[in-house]
């Protein structure tokens, strides 16, 4: 069965559009303007003005205006748009750099995902989906990023606490500065570095993929140097300690 939308959610954001195009505007306006009861009118406000969207401008009378909370949401998406261009243009340039793959992959609730891809241009190539799921316990990716998580995270992510051994591998990966694994595909090899937000914090990891036979260990050290610089050129600030 349908889930119906709410019709008092849709008359405050009707209300809330009509502040906003006729700033500052009373309720009586208002309520003229839109063909709406007064009260009706009056109740969205409140609730407008509760939730910081709207604050009354006291003149002569009561008058609405809208507060500066949706230019801050309007800043925050132009600026995660901004972030989204900066990656694939940094991965373009680690394909073009590496003859791989470039990936950027991030968490997605209880999930790893792929997010964002450069292909290569090599005729045999890796080519991942958007939004395909990374192993955690496998992927060069978790392996990089799960030791800067908290333990609950690391437990979510892995579907349970991570054994000693398994422990062991993410410090041995977190002090190299980077993973590589062929665990997820046999015929194809990923090396992944970690990036972090400006408070430490770790927000996804790039990566390349390519197939196994070219990119053997011999390789690995220089690969692993290039994805890391591209990882500390997204990145806005330095590691913090999993809490």
Not at 24 to 30: I, K, N, Q, T
Not at 176 to 205: C, E, H, K, Q, Y
Not at 211 to 228: F, G, K, T, Y
Request: proline share 6%; net charge neutral.
């Amino acid at each position: 069965m349908a889930v119906k939308g709410s019709s008092t959610a849709a008359r405050v954001l009707v209300v809330f559009e009509a502040v906003a195009a006729n700033q500052p505007v009373g309720v009586a306006a208002l309520s003229r303007m839109l063909g709406m009861d007064k009260s009706a009118v009056q109740r969205a406000l409140v609730t407008l003005s509760e939730q910081g969207w709207i604050q009354a401008r006291e003149d002569q009378m009561t008058r609405w205006e809208t507060t500066v909370r949706i230019l801050n949401i309007a800043h925050s998406s132009r600026a995660k748009a901004d972030l989204r261009h900066t990656i694939q243009s940094v991965l373009e340039q680690l394909a073009a750099q590496t003859g791989e793959t470039a990936i950027f992959n991030e968490a997605d609730g209880p999930r790893l995902v792929v997010s964002q891809v450069a292909e290569s241009h090599q005729p045999l190539r890796m080519a991942p989906s958007i939004g395909a799921l990374v192993p955690a316990r496998d992927s060069a990716t978790g392996r990089i990023l799960l030791p800067y998580l908290s333990e609950a995270r690391q437990e979510e992510l892995l579907g349970g606490p991570p054994d000693a051994a398994f422990r062991a591998l993410l410090d041995a990966c977190r002090a190299r500065g980077f993973a590589a694994s062929s665990d997820v595909n046999a015929p194809a090899m990923t090396i992944a570095a970690p990036v972090f937000d400006v408070d430490g914090r770790p927000i996804g990891a790039v990566a390349i993929s390519g197939p196994a036979e070219r990119m053997q260990p011999d390789s690995h050290p220089r690969l692993a140097e290039q994805v890391c610089q591209a990882a500390k050129l997204l990145s806005g600030g330095a590691p913090r300690a999993a809490g």
